[in-house]
């Protein structure tokens, strides 16, 4: 595979001309270089180079005169590690999945300063090498530890003298019977505590003063970046959010509550069932007391969940973690007979917290929203993935769908994972294909993996949306040549519409009865039309001149071919709302067809699966529509919000015939749709430093929203009620609002803000406030509004 440039720090045009790419190749490596000093450090391990799925005990005693006042350790594996400083467990799975280019690795920055003391000193590694490759993982092919850390006058590198051992109780052969490269990287976890190194006691193998003495010394593997483990990249993500060990709401036995500790005097095994919170990314943990040899499994209600583990207890009161993350809402033990539950707790870690909010006097739309934020946190860890459990994918459609609602629920750890998103699927490119997933296998069944109609999605709402909510330019100006190439390999057909990509699939949605052609056809468009905004944006004209070329040829030829009298579609294909649905966000459906898209197709229609459905609702919305997209909305998830279990959003919707897929798939169409169109929060200018509230309430009388954006966090509280429309506003500095008073709501005679009049009679009013007043139209009174808190009432 072609080795691309990974290097944000330099300009990606230069891939044009030879020996720029020799010269950014060059900065690239030693800009990851610079990130850490390696010097005498070696990648170690035992001397066999594998097996997958094995886990290796690493530790090193040093002495210490004074504990320097920073401490940052520069550690790599391959694959995940859990690190412990004097018996402190002072990191939870630390290590990303390897790939940030072809047959590169991450390393951490972890701070040891508050972990270590005068005098001896232990630093204990667990490392689990995987030792394959699939969706979001490159294997390098051989398990590896790599630490350097400077403590003052003493050097701790990784070497020779550091005593491992392969920890006899996790058992390689766990990988259970969903390997395939379709499937997630992580395996499950087969522990037998009768072979432990006193895991989770007061001798553990982690703690100071265990005896290694029959632990072997490490073996050399080699220097930093030499093969089979590449160049090093700093870790470009925060770690995750370690909740520590927390208590079940409630745990059960079929339908009866219990208490612990518990006996199971029965003959049979039972199901202990743990209940969390909502769906979160978990690692089980318990207590038990027990005779050796009985066997306990712990795993998910989760029907999709494929990663489990298996415990085989020792004699006597025994504690066991899972370190391999599982989701779900409930965690599932099956207690043996005999065996005495002491204590179930589970441990939640999470990439970043829901920092937006959404509430309104609507209860199915405030816990709509609240589900599709959940949604969104499940599937982000090492990156943005499809699902949490199923595929673990870095699906580049599903993460165009996850881009939206991020800036209206997420914060700068999730910006940070787009951006990382981003420069993985870019630098796994294969030629000028975009392919739809990125690292794992660059080619699929044979072919690349390339899904045309999600990777035209993603150059407008993964690149274009990412840039222009964050503002971060050479993210964009890296990922612009790779747009370039790749819609310049569309042709174009006699009817002067574009020749459509197969890809490895003509895939376009999980919906019913997809109708690919002008699906395709309307996502190009929207790309050539992103690509004319990327490229204007970076100052870059020579390109402009062929895209526009082709806008025209599909603007003059598009309704011409697929318009059907009443909806947009091709001939003698099921009639089906998203064709038509593209065609108002595109722009190539004019206003006086909106009426007869509404009719046949946007409100009548149920075929779109929910990676398009919010595709459909933004149509409506866009048509003006807004009681009805929220109908729409409400029919659709009515089910799912009903039930009472269920925290996050399906992968398909109930009147699809086929199974449901996962509870918790990256479509989160309700998260952007109502803060975006209902409340009406949207950014005017790039990284939000103009932004306007003009909200579209419908038969909503109270609406609050906190949107983290880059400029700091948005409040919105809106309450529309006799006659008097209330808008409270944190507006943060650096930002300019342009507020609209919905004449929906109020027909106002006096609009006071923070009690001085602003407007009153149909005039403007001088203020302290230096709120200004921008003219009305017929939907609102417009102002704007400088940063600070204000209280907005219209009379």
């Not at 199974?659 to 918790?664: A, D, E, L």
Request: aromatic letters at 12%; a negative charge.
């Amino acid at each position: 595979m072609e080795r691309n440039p990974r290097s944000p720090l330099a300009s990606q045009f230069a891939a044009k001309i030879v020996f720029a790419v020799i010269a950014l190749l060059f900065a690239s490596t030693q800009a990851a270089r610079a990130n850490a000093d390696w010097t005498d450090a070696q990648w170690i391990w035992q001397a066999e180079d594998g097996p997958s799925n094995t886990w290796v005990a690493f530790r090193k005693t040093f002495d210490l005169d004074a504990v320097p006042e920073q401490v940052i350790a520069h550690i790599a594996t391959d694959t995940k590690y859990w690190l412990w400083v004097n018996g402190e467990l002072a990191l939870f799975e630390g290590g990303l999945a390897r790939g940030p280019a072809p047959g590169d690795g991450y390393f951490d920055e972890v701070n040891l300063r508050n972990h270590l003391q005068p005098g001896e000193n232990t630093v204990a590694i667990l490392v689990w090498y995987w030792g394959k490759t699939a969706k979001t993982h490159e294997s390098s092919g051989q398990g590896g530890l790599l630490f350097s850390a400077d403590l003052g006058k003493t050097k701790l590198r990784s070497d020779e003298s550091w005593k491992l051992t392969v920890h006899p109780s996790y058992d390689p052969a766990s990988e259970g019977l969903h390997r395939s490269n379709n499937r997630p990287n992580a395996m499950d976890v087969k522990y037998d505590a009768r072979l432990a190194l006193g895991d989770w006691t007061d001798s553990a193998w982690y703690l100071p003063g265990y005896n290694d003495s029959a632990w072997q010394a490490a073996t050399p593997k080699g220097p930093a970046y030499s093969d089979p483990y590449g160049d090093l990249f700093k870790r470009p993500i925060p770690q995750w959010t370690d909740y520590g060990h927390v208590d079940y709401l409630s745990l059960k036995i079929g339908d009866e509550f219990i208490t612990l500790p518990y006996t199971n005097n029965t003959e049979e095994t039972v199901t202990l069932s743990g209940r969390l919170p909502h769906n979160q990314q978990i690692t089980p943990f318990m207590t038990v007391d027990s005779p050796a040899g009985k066997t306990i499994e712990i795993g998910m209600e989760n029907p999709f969940n494929l990663i489990d583990a298996q415990y085989t207890t020792r004699d006597g009161i025994q504690s066991f973690e899972t370190y391999s993350w599982m989701n779900g809402h409930f965690v599932e033990y099956q207690i043996p007979p005999g065996v005495e539950v002491q204590e179930l707790k589970y441990r939640w870690t999470a990439y970043d917290e829901i920092t937006g909010t959404f509430e309104s006097n609507d209860p199915f739309f405030t816990r709509l929203w609240w589900m599709a934020a959940n949604t969104l946190q499940i599937c982000a860890r090492d990156s943005f993935m499809d699902c949490p459990d199923r595929e673990r994918g870095l699906w580049i459609g599903d993460v165009a769908d996850q881009t939206g609602p991020v800036f209206y629920t997420l914060n700068e750890p999730s910006r940070l994972l787009l951006k990382k998103g981003i420069e993985n699927t870019f630098a796994y490119q294969s030629g000028d294909i975009i392919q739809g997933l990125a690292p794992g296998f660059g080619d699929y069944r044979g072919k690349s993996s390339e899904l045309c109609a999600q990777s035209l999605q993603y150059i407008e709402q993964g690149i274009w949306r990412y840039y222009f909510h964050t503002g971060d330019r050479e993210t964009l100006a890296y990922a612009y040549p790779f747009i370039d190439r790749y819609l310049k390999l569309w042709k174009m057909e006699e009817n002067g519409l574009p020749e459509e990509r197969r890809g490895y699939a003509r895939w376009v949605d999980w919906g019913l009865n997809p109708d690919h052609q002008p699906t395709h056809i309307a996502w190009y468009y929207m790309a050539l039309n992103s690509a004319v905004k990327i490229a204007r944006e970076l100052g870059i004209e020579d390109n402009i001149p062929f895209y526009q070329e082709r806008i025209k040829s599909i603007q003059e030829n598009y309704t011409k071919v697929y318009w059907r009298d009443g909806y947009y579609g091709s001939e003698g294909k099921t009639k089906e709302e998203r064709v038509s649905a593209l065609t108002v966000l595109t722009g190539l459906a004019s206003p006086d067809q909106y009426d007869a898209l509404l009719e046949n197709v946007l409100l009548s229609e149920y075929n779109a699966s929910p990676h398009m459905e919010w595709i459909v609702l933004e149509a409506i919305m866009l048509t003006g529509n807004y009681e009805a997209g929220l109908e729409r909305m409400r029919t659709r998830h009515e089910d799912q919000v009903r039930d009472p279990d269920l925290t996050t959003l399906y992968e398909r919707y109930a009147n699809d015939t086929r199974p449901r897929g996962t509870y918790n798939h990256a479509w989160n169409a309700p998260n952007y749709v109502l803060s975006h169109y209902i409340a009406g929060i949207v950014p005017e200018e790039v990284a939000w430093k103009t932004y306007s509230v003009r909200p579209n309430l419908a038969h909503l009388t109270h609406l609050k929203q906190i949107v983290p954006s880059v400029q700091g966090d948005i409040t919105v509280d809106i309450e529309a009620v006799k006659k008097t429309y209330t808008l409270d506003l944190i507006s943060p500095e650096g930002t300019t609002a342009l507020i609209g008073i919905p004449k929906a709501n109020v027909t106002p005679t006096t609009i006071t803000a923070n009690g001085q009049v602003i407007w009153k009679d149909g005039k403007a009013k001088k203020s302290k406030t230096k709120i200004s007043h921008q003219g009305e139209d017929q939907k609102y009174h417009h102002f704007q509004v400088p940063p600070g808190t204000y209280k907005i009432i219209a009379k």
